[in-house]
């Protein structure tokens, strides 16, 4: 069974903070990693993706891979209460191609203190 | 389309009576998704079409649901006598293979 885990929460943090989200994996072949967000009422939209070891960043949002430790992590810098909302990781076990498909974290529901 | 789409958007039904959800993904995606959300909880996966095939319907929670897909594009995803325990978000979601999965806005169904 491939598993997802994201730590517990919900983590709060005050305006302006770093925000840190983690995620753990249990398939050691996954190549491919995202990191979606949900705002209250509505539906996942993708906000980073990621597939090779390190950093990549794209504005506030740094995405960390590490697939030795098979962990995946999301910073926001500058958290803001717009941020506030539940955030899925999602792994798929291909790069790509058939019969492939992401495996989603439950979430984690983070909120931003003004 | 620019993006998912999905029908219809609330469906309030009595308990005991069939629905249809519907989606119609972006022009192009081959992987169409179904995914089921409760209030407060995860998305629960229900079952993946490739083309018109399904190779994963692992999620089905019962032989009340069935999904089809015709002409590698729209899916009805169909609940059969419906119970209280179905009333959820029903999300659809495609993609192009193995890649980053777009969702629909969901449809809210309510069993009363």
């Known amino acids: 069974q491939k598993e997802v885990e994201q730590n517990s929460g919900p983590l709060s943090v005050p305006e302006g903070a770093i925000a840190s989200l983690n995620c753990t994996y249990s398939?050691?072949?996954?190549?491919?990693f995202f990191w979606y967000r949900q705002y209250s009422g509505k539906s996942p939209e993708l906000i980073m993706s990621?597939?090779?070891?390190g950093d990549k960043e794209d504005g506030r949002f740094t995405a960390q891979l590490n697939k030795a430790s098979q962990y995946v992590s999301l910073l926001i810098r500058d958290s803001q209460p717009s941020d506030s909302a539940t955030y899925l990781c999602?792994?798929?076990?291909?790069?790509?191609?058939?019969?492939?498909?992401?495996?989603f974290g439950k979430g984690i529901t983070l909120s931003v203190r003004p | 389309g620019a993006g998912v789409s999905q029908s219809p958007s609330n469906k309030v039904t009595e308990k005991g009576k069939d629905v249809e959800l519907r989606c119609d993904p972006i022009s192009g995606h081959t992987a169409l998704y179904w995914y089921r959300q409760s209030l407060g909880q995860g998305l629960e996966f229900l079952i993946y079409?490739?083309?018109?095939?399904?190779?994963?319907k692992s999620g089905l929670p019962s032989d009340r649901f069935s999904a089809e897909r015709t002409g590698g594009s729209v899916s009805t995803l169909t609940i059969q006598r419906t119970q209280q325990e179905d009333s959820a978000v029903y999300l659809c979601?495609?993609?192009?293979?193995?890649?980053?999965?777009?969702f629909g806005p969901g449809t809210r169904l309510t069993v009363l």
């Open positions: 990621i597939y090779s070891n």
């Open positions: 079409f490739q083309g018109n095939s399904a190779p994963d």
């Open positions: 398939d050691r072949g996954s190549q491919s």
């Open positions: 999602a792994v798929n076990p291909r790069y790509t191609g058939a019969n492939s498909k992401l495996t």
């Open positions: 979601a495609s993609s192009l293979p193995g890649l980053t999965e777009f």
